[in-house]
């Protein structure tokens, strides 16, 4: 087993990337051909996605991974139905 570890990242140390009408803080993983700062033991996606009307974000989940969506704010269409 591994000791833990802390990793401690302020607001400035993690970028937003814009695309079309998405705006993603890589938290952690990677995301078009870009990566977050935090180190993950097992390999992870943790984002801060941000959509402006009419915005969409893809992001294919490997095969045997968790998922956990967290919208706090608007509607989300999840593969054409709507869940919030």
Same mark, same amino acid.
């Given at each position: 087993?591994?000791? &833990?570890?802390? %990793?401690?990242? @302020?607001?400035?140390? +993690?970028?937003?990337?814009? %695309?079309?009408?998405?705006?993603?803080?890589? +938290?952690?993983?990677? !995301? %078009?051909?870009? @990566?977050? =700062?935090?180190?993950?033991? @097992? =390999?992870?996606?943790?984002?801060?996605?941000?959509?402006? &009307? *009419? *915005?969409?974000?893809? #992001? =294919?989940? &490997?095969?045997? !991974?968790? @998922?956990?969506?967290? =919208?706090?704010?608007?509607?989300? #269409?999840? %593969?054409?139905?709507?869940?919030?």
């Amino acid at each position: 087993m591994d000791d &833990p570890v802390y %990793q401690e990242f @302020t607001k400035d140390k +993690i970028d937003v990337f814009h %695309q079309d009408k998405v705006d993603v803080k890589i +938290i952690s993983g990677k !995301w %078009q051909g870009k @990566t977050g =700062p935090v180190f993950a033991r @097992t =390999p992870a996606y943790y984002f801060d996605v941000n959509l402006q &009307p *009419g *915005g969409k974000f893809d #992001l =294919p989940i &490997p095969t045997g !991974w968790n @998922t956990i969506v967290f =919208p706090y704010e608007g509607e989300l #269409l999840y %593969q054409g139905k709507e869940i919030v």
